[in-house]
């Protein structure tokens, strides 16, 4: 465990990444950023708590805290960086603020514990990779704000069965849900007018699925396997 001192402002890049001992972390209220890489490769790291001064948490923060389990994420933060949470893979819930604007790339690709994930309704854009490789995630629901969602997105979430899409989404993207295995229920919105390379492919449990009549593209290997 490590006590910050009362006056503590800031904590720079890289300050305790690959600290393998550390356990436990209380970030003072006196702190409005985590930097990136912060806590990277803090593989004993189980508990931290984020005080309601933060505002950002910078890229691959977290990247790599393989016995992190669960984190609270305060309503302060606004903005998660590019693989902020990447390879935390015991990690089985994260609740995310309704402060959050968008999930950026790969911030939790490769959290293959999460079975839970509530996108909120302030979120505009899905990043690339985001949550690829989720492998215990079942469901999930991508609310009305999300104008899009990139490619790779959910690929490699081989227990997900049901998609609820709500969003106006223009498209489905590049292997958006590649090797989908246990995927059975997905829409694609009305909206939609392009599905693009791959992105249904290697879905081997998707036996019906219904396109819109504004499809005007299927791309090479959408539901190829």
């Not at 803090?42 to 890229?59: D, H, R, Y």
């Not at 302060?76 to 968008?102: E, H, N, T, Y």
């Amino acid at each position: 465990d490590f006590a910050f001192p009362s006056a503590i402002t800031k904590i720079g890049e890289h300050a305790f990444s690959g600290c393998v001992s550390l356990r436990r972390i209380v970030i003072p209220s006196s702190v409005t950023e985590i930097k990136p890489y912060t806590f990277k490769k803090c593989n004993s790291l189980v508990e931290v708590s984020i005080p309601f001064s933060v505002t950002s948490i910078g890229a691959s923060a977290f990247e790599d805290c393989k016995s992190l389990k669960e984190i609270m994420i305060p309503s302060s933060v606004i903005d998660i960086g590019q693989s902020a949470f990447k390879d935390c893979s015991s990690m089985m819930r994260i609740m995310l603020p309704l402060s959050l604007k968008g999930i950026e790339p790969y911030t939790f690709n490769n959290c293959s514990s999460l079975n839970e994930i509530s996108i909120p309704d302030s979120v505009e854009r899905n990043g690339w990779s985001s949550f690829s490789g989720c492998s215990s995630l079942e469901q999930v629901v991508i609310p009305s704000s999300v104008k899009a969602v990139d490619g790779l997105a959910f690929s490699r979430c081989s227990s997900l069965k049901k998609v609820k899409i709500n969003s106006s989404l223009p498209s489905i993207e590049y292997k958006t849900f590649f090797q989908c295995k246990s995927l059975t229920d997905v829409n694609i919105p009305s909206s939609v007018t392009a599905i693009r390379h791959g992105s249904f492919c290697e879905c081997s449990s998707l036996y019906e699925i219904e396109i819109p009549p504004n499809v005007v593209s299927i791309e090479s290997y959408v539901f190829s396997g």
